[in-house]
């Protein structure tokens, strides 16, 4: 009877002693926890700060699911019931402006970052992406935009698209297609955002009073929508568009029979492709992401992760040494050679080893200078849902009407009234 | 056999005045004494959190920009009921509720005739219609998912998942294969009261089988369906799992709980998603108080014609 009595309670309070995680009263160093989307290079990285801490503090990572929605959910989810076990954050980019103003996240003091903390030290779209109300909420990890792939042989001696016009014609010409995001989930809201940026528009614009207010001008907001459609139509958009991902582009661009020429993806492919088919790979080329308006460097959306610290920490200085040593030049280098996801930090724009394992490297860093990054807005789930609500499927695109219910429900979406 | 057969004698009794005696009201008053610590439970753990749900509705409540909460009365209902999102969500729903639903009827009636009737093997046919209901719904849905799909599907180079039609199919056809088994039970029980004199009376006043079916067999057992339909459509309009999994709200197949855990879960905005919640919540209430009421009014017909 004692014995069940005692296994229940071991049954019962193993889970909660799990939960409690950052538990310092158990001696050793403190625990830094990091919740963090499961990335190949995490380990890496963890054990060179761990080491190089010698005792001053410990991290360990806490795994979220590997999809950035169901990533969000968890965190948001903690982070309402103000769970004191989450020290250190990995956000996605879009996350630092609503994590910022429900005060999930602290703010970095002048001077507390030691490698990314001014911009001088960081590409200017990244940098960007980590402020919120005049103040540094995040510290960026790493960084990512979208660049156009195409197959060398598929290609032949034709000159590289550098418009989204072209494109589409040297694909219906040669008669392949061109893989990019459809399905009705983020990818699809980070697709419109380059369009939209590159014609010279914008989702949202700061007011003064550090909240945003719509902004989506309806010259460039309809060309963006003009794109997507004649995409949609056009026998270049393969069959499953309206169901496809990042990952269902790569792997229909990386098939040994496939008859997609083009894609338009983030650079972790490159590794991918590289592991899987070092010949394939040979084939692959790359270019900037192409332009809307000729002459006009195109704005693709940023990507990549910022760290933040959790406002319930218990050793906020402990969170905020594994910063500075996770920003540091070699676990950039780290996080860019084994997972594709190029530095932030200028340093390391010309890194010559960088540029031996990731050759589209210069073009990388100069589309970061340029990137336009998604809304930072404490609404921007309520936004992306809103596009995602109506720009899927694309074929249905109206750019009149479409327009109109965009503005509409973005209008709502601001102000947390859209039903979405 | 002009008239419907009707059921026997004995149910009389259940209707008419009985005199209770001191022994049955003491053991009445036991009775409710000892069901009473349950029913305080219940109401706690579900009374409460509806409650709360309303209370929340009336206002606006973003854990996202916590400052700007305030009270704004049914402003929250306003927003969901003039949105086109929501409209779409509620049409959404019940397509999948009637179609799905219909469809089980039919084949869950069949089923339920089969186990009735089976001869031989009688276990192992029950065993094996039932399989389906005892599959967690999110693997019968990922199941399905990865059935259909081009890459990983054997139905061939199409798509269903990429297009309106072929979404609210794969939903509907995952529903009708998970719950048809719940259904057939439910049906089985019915067709259990179905009295086999009856039977026997009607094949010797020479009906055939066809006859036997809809003039002995299913007016009988009406009440027995009308709680089927009513069960089963009361958990296919709460639909969340399968859409979640299958088409997560594409091609319009969005459902009212997708939407409520849009808001709540996902976007934290408690008052409009209580709000949304709420609705969904009176809905059931009305679909189960229409079915309630066309319950009674059956059995009421049932024993006028005695």
């Known amino acids: ?420 | 056999m002009t008239a419907t057969t009707t059921a026997p004698a004995s149910r009389k009794r259940s209707g008419g005045p009985v005199k209770t005696t001191d022994r049955a009201k003491a053991e009445r008053n036991l009775g409710l004494k000892l069901a009473a610590p349950a029913a305080i439970i219940m109401l706690l753990v579900t009374a409460y959190p509806i409650c709360y749900a309303v209370y929340l509705s009336l206002f606006r409540y973003d854990l996202r920009v916590p400052e700007e909460n305030a009270f704004v009365g049914l402003d929250n209902y306003v927003l969901i009921l003039t949105s086109g999102v929501w409209w779409e969500a509620v049409l959404a729903t019940a397509v999948i509720t009637v179609i799905s639903v219909a469809i089980e009827l039919v084949i869950g009636l069949a089923f339920a005739l089969v186990m009735h009737r089976a001869i031989f093997g009688r276990r192992t046919v029950r065993t094996a219609i039932l399989i389906p209901y005892g599959i967690i719904t999110v693997i019968a849905a990922f199941a399905f998912r990865f059935a259909v799909q081009p890459d990983t599907g054997f139905i061939g180079d199409v798509n269903p998942l990429g297009g309106t039609i072929g979404s609210f199919a794969t939903i509907i056809i995952t529903e009708v294969w998970k719950t048809t088994p719940f259904m057939s039970l439910l049906l089985l029980a019915g067709l259990a009261t179905v009295p086999e004199e009856l039977q026997e009376a009607a094949k010797v006043d020479g009906a055939t089988a066809w006859q036997r079916l809809w003039k002995v067999t299913l007016p009988n057992m009406k009440s027995a369906i009308l709680v089927a339909l009513l069960f089963r459509a009361l958990d296919a309009f709460r639909i969340f799992d399968t859409v979640y999994v299958q088409t997560a709200g594409q091609f319009k197949s969005q459902t009212i709980s997708g939407l409520g855990y849009n808001a709540l879960i996902s976007r934290v905005n408690l008052g409009l998603g209580s709000a949304i919640s709420i609705l969904l919540f009176l809905m059931i209430i009305a679909i189960a108080f229409l079915f309630v009421k066309g319950f009674k009014t059956n059995l009421g017909t049932v024993k006028g014609e005695d």
């Open chain 1, 1 to 420: 009877m004692r014995a069940t009595a005692l296994l229940a309670a071991a049954l019962f309070t193993a889970p909660l002693a799990a939960c409690g995680g950052g538990d310092d009263t158990a001696g050793g160093p403190p625990t830094v926890n990091w919740y963090i989307g499961n990335e190949g290079w995490l380990p890496d990285v963890i054990e060179a700060c761990n080491a190089e801490a010698s005792g001053a503090y410990r991290i360990v990572a806490e795994s979220l699911p590997t999809n950035p929605d169901q990533q969000r959910e968890q965190l948001v989810r903690r982070l309402a019931a103000r769970d004191d076990s989450i020290d250190l954050i990995g956000m996605d980019v879009v996350w630092t402006g609503e994590f910022a103003k429900a005060g999930w996240i602290t703010p970095f003091e002048e001077g507390e970052l030691e490698n990314v903390g001014s911009a001088e030290q960081v590409l200017k779209g990244p940098f960007e992406s980590a402020q919120f109300d005049d103040q540094q909420y995040g510290a960026p990890l790493n960084s990512n935009t979208r660049l156009l792939w195409y197959r060398k042989s598929m290609l032949g001696d034709r000159p590289v698209p550098k418009t989204w016009d072209e494109l589409l014609d040297t694909a219906e010409e040669l008669d392949v297609k061109v893989q990019e995001t459809g399905k009705r989930a983020e990818s699809l809201v980070v697709f419109f955002n380059a369009l939209l940026e590159s014609a010279g528009g914008s989702i949202v614009q700061p007011t003064e009073d550090g909240t945003t207010e719509l902004d989506l001008p309806e010259e460039p907001t309809k060309k963006a929508l003009e794109i997507m459609r004649r995409y949609a139509d056009s026998a270049a958009a393969p069959a499953a568009l309206s169901t496809s991902a990042e990952d269902d582009n790569r792997l229909a661009f990386e098939s040994p029979d496939s008859d997609s020429a083009f894609m338009l993806n983030w650079p972790y492919v490159y590794p991918s492709v590289l592991e899987a088919d070092p010949e394939l790979a040979k084939d692959y080329g790359w270019a900037p992401y192409p332009a809307v308006v000729e002459g006009q460097p195109a704005r693709p959306a940023l990507g990549g992760y910022n760290l933040g610290i959790g406002s319930y920490t218990r050793d906020r200085d402990a969170a905020l040494a594994a910063v500075n040593c996770l920003t540091k030049p070699e676990q950039q280098r780290t996080i860019a050679t084994t997972g594709g996801q190029p530095s932030v930090l200028r340093e390391l724009g010309d890194d010559p080893e960088l540029l031996k394992q990731l050759p589209f490297l210069p073009i990388m860093t100069e589309q970061l200078e340029n990137a336009a990054p998604r809304p930072v807005s404490p609404q921007y789930n309520d936004i992306s849902l809103a596009v995602r609500q109506v720009l899927h499927p694309m074929q249905d695109i109206d750019p009149e009407k479409s327009y109109d219910d965009l503005k509409d429900l973005l209008e709502r979406a601001l102000k947390s009234q859209a039903v979405l």
